[in-house]
Nanobody
Framework: EVQLVESGGGLVQAGGSLRLSCAAS????????IGWFRQAPGKGREGVSC????????WYADPVKGRFTISSGSAKNTVYLTMSDLKPEDTAVYYC????????????????WGQGTQVTVSS
């Protein structure tokens, strides 16, 4: 059974930092990409960042460039999202996704999603 387990969300003041973790398991074939998207209350889903599991290529959405860093952990299919200089507009539920999309940022191409972790940034 495919599982994506996220952790690391919480409440932080603006300007603070958080690190989200995602551990993906149960894949018959290793996913080539793992990423994060977020959804704020009343808003649509937004891709945040993704990483290739084989070449560690990365992609970032414009609103988070320079503030967020995605990286692979030492354990297989473990990915971290380090978020710095957080802003109130970063408040959302963050979801980890894994799969084999046509491109890293093809969010409709992922077929495994985590349960989500809440990130709240206070002003």
């Amino acid at each position: 059974e495919v599982q994506l387990v996220e952790s690391g969300g919480g409440l932080v003041q603006a300007g603070g930092s958080l690190r989200l973790s995602c551990a993906a398991s149960g894949f018959t074939f290793e996913p080539w990409a793992i990423g994060w998207f977020r959804q704020a209350p009343g808003k649509g889903r937004e891709g945040v960042s993704c990483i290739g599991t084989r070449d560690s290529s990365t992609w970032y959405a414009d609103p988070v460039k320079g503030r967020f860093t995605i990286s692979s952990g030492s354990a297989k299919n473990t990915v971290y999202l380090t978020m710095s200089d957080l802003k109130p507009e970063d408040t959302a539920v963050y979801y980890c996704v894994a799969g084999n999309p046509s491109t890293c940022w093809d969010w409709n191409g992922y077929d495994a999603w985590g349960q989500g972790t809440q990130v709240t940034v206070s002003s």
